[in-house]
């Protein structure tokens, strides 16, 4: 959860300010360019001090009994040496105590001044330790509880969530994903009639978002109609009813292209036999390889007799055309002609003619081109 994730993201800024006061403690030794060590504690100091302290005690305790009581041999040590010389003695056995005596009090003497200088980075450290583990268990109870207890904890942050995530999926045109967000919301947590609202602004914006890209759709398919390509038409059609079946605009997009392809071929079709009427032979032939595109061979059989006729017509215009270029020796024009007529017409006697002249016509072509250039 969000709040979770906030207290574990505290604890470890908690943590972090933990080791920052833990080398605040080493930065003398850091400037210093020594090896970076750990201070000795003042309670450590202190504690020493108190032993040295205490044995400095009993050594003082036990040199005043052997000097009072003239004990180990001290009494006839007194009977052989000087005074003077039993001065230096009675001083040598009170040394240990001295000894004692002074790093005791050098010992509480640093573990004082070591508090005095420590002792507010280390109340801090603690304060921070102490803060990080209250957060710590903080997190370590939530995780304790069970999923049951998180829903009922966390039910209106949860409840937020999923209304800007159904709105933001509608706002993208996620609408699957902005359903099952919906499901959840009716069935987990007990949201039925805001549930409800919600399926139907989806559904009207799916509506809406179909309805748009159909429009498009359709434009297109307008736009090819338009360009005569019924079959890319068709296609196109057949694709908008396959990805909308329960539209009717899409489904009426396959008559659409029907009937505007048995328009076409009707229109062509008139055109054409009113060119073959007017003996416009050039014209008839265009229409003619337009209607072989559209036309079944039961279509075509009524026509057949006013094609061959066009053909033939053609044909022969064809021929008289070669012939008279060549009478004229306009030999552009006769290798032009002649081309045309070897290919639309390649198994006719006059195409075979126009074969055996054709390389002629070329070659006087290039000689004029020659003789130009000079």
Same mark, same amino acid.
Request: aromatic fraction near 6%; hydrophobic fraction near 40%; charge should be negative.
């Given at each position: 959860?969000?709040?979770?994730?906030?207290?574990?993201?505290?604890?470890?800024?908690?943590?972090?300010?933990?080791?920052?006061?833990? &080398?605040?403690?080493? #930065?003398?030794?850091?400037?210093?360019?020594?090896?970076?060590?750990?201070?000795?504690?003042?309670?450590? !100091?202190?504690?020493?001090?108190?032993?040295?302290?205490?044995?400095?005690?009993?050594?003082?305790?036990?040199?005043?009994?052997?000097?009072?009581?003239?004990?180990?041999? !001290?009494?006839?040590?007194?009977?052989?040496?000087?005074?003077?010389?039993?001065?230096?003695?009675?001083?040598?056995?009170?040394?240990?105590?001295?000894?004692?005596?002074?790093?005791?009090?050098? !010992? !509480?003497?640093?573990?004082?001044?070591?508090?005095?200088?420590?002792?507010?980075?280390?109340?801090?450290?603690?304060?921070?330790?102490?803060?990080?583990?209250?957060?710590?268990?903080?997190?370590?109870?939530?995780?304790?509880?069970?999923?049951?207890?998180?829903?009922?904890?966390?039910?209106?942050?949860?409840?937020?969530?999923?209304?800007?995530?159904?709105?933001?999926?509608?706002?993208?045109?996620?609408?699957?994903?902005?359903?099952?967000?919906?499901?959840?919301?009716?069935?987990?947590?007990?949201?039925?009639?805001?549930?409800?609202?919600?399926?139907?602004?989806?559904?009207?914006?799916?509506?809406?978002?179909?309805?748009?890209?159909?429009?498009?759709?359709?434009?297109?398919?307008?736009?090819?109609?338009?360009?005569?390509?019924?079959?890319?038409?068709?296609?196109?059609?057949?694709?908008?009813?396959?990805?909308?079946?329960?539209?009717?605009?899409?489904?009426?997009?396959? &008559?659409? &292209?029907?009937?505007?392809?048995?328009?076409?071929? #009707?229109?062509?079709?008139?055109?054409?036999?009113?060119?073959?009427?007017?003996?416009?032979?050039?014209?008839?032939?265009?229409?003619?390889?337009?209607?072989?595109?559209?036309?079944?061979?039961?279509?075509?059989?009524?026509?057949?007799?006013?094609?061959?006729? &066009?053909?033939?017509?053609?044909?022969?215009?064809?021929?008289?055309?070669?012939?008279?270029?060549?009478?004229?020796?306009?030999?552009?024009?006769?290798?032009?002609?002649?081309?045309?007529?070897?290919?639309?017409?390649?198994?006719?006697?006059?195409?075979?003619?126009?074969?055996?002249?054709?390389?002629?016509?070329?070659?006087?072509?290039?000689?004029?081109?020659?003789?130009?250039?000079?």
């Amino acid at each position: 959860m969000a709040n979770e994730q906030q207290i574990k993201e505290g604890a470890a800024a908690s943590s972090e300010d933990v080791n920052e006061a833990s &080398v605040g403690v080493n #930065q003398e030794a850091e400037g210093t360019g020594k090896p970076k060590q750990k201070p000795i504690r003042a309670y450590t !100091l202190m504690v020493g001090a108190m032993f040295m302290l205490v044995c400095a005690l009993l050594s003082l305790a036990m040199a005043q009994a052997t000097i009072v009581d003239q004990r180990y041999g !001290l009494e006839q040590l007194a009977l052989t040496y000087t005074e003077g010389s039993m001065t230096f003695v009675h001083t040598m056995l009170m040394m240990p105590a001295l000894i004692f005596g002074g790093i005791g009090v050098a !010992l !509480l003497v640093m573990g004082s001044a070591r508090a005095g200088i420590w002792g507010k980075e280390t109340w801090k450290l603690v304060e921070t330790q102490h803060e990080m583990t209250e957060r710590l268990d903080e997190v370590s109870d939530r995780l304790l509880l069970s999923e049951t207890a998180k829903k009922i904890a966390y039910r209106r942050h949860d409840i937020e969530a999923l209304r800007k995530t159904i709105a933001g999926d509608i706002a993208e045109k996620r609408f699957d994903a902005a359903l099952a967000m919906v499901s959840e919301m009716s069935n987990t947590y007990g949201y039925v009639e805001e549930s409800e609202n919600f399926r139907d602004q989806i559904h009207a914006a799916r509506r809406a978002e179909m309805e748009s890209r159909i429009t498009v759709a359709i434009t297109e398919i307008e736009s090819t109609i338009d360009r005569n390509d019924y079959e890319k038409a068709m296609q196109d059609a057949q694709k908008l009813t396959r990805l909308y079946p329960e539209s009717e605009r899409a489904k009426s997009m396959t &008559v659409r &292209v029907r009937e505007a392809r048995e328009d076409y071929k #009707q229109q062509v079709e008139r055109e054409f036999l009113v060119a073959a009427g007017k003996d416009d032979v050039n014209r008839a032939m265009d229409l003619l390889k337009v209607l072989d595109v559209y036309l079944t061979p039961s279509e075509a059989e009524p026509l057949r007799e006013v094609a061959r006729g &066009v053909i033939g017509k053609l044909r022969d215009n064809l021929g008289v055309q070669f012939k008279m270029a060549v009478h004229e020796q306009e030999w552009r024009k006769a290798v032009r002609v002649g081309e045309q007529l070897m290919a639309e017409f390649p198994n006719t006697r006059m195409a075979a003619e126009v074969r055996g002249l054709i390389d002629e016509l070329r070659k006087r072509i290039a000689e004029m081109q020659t003789q130009a250039a000079y």
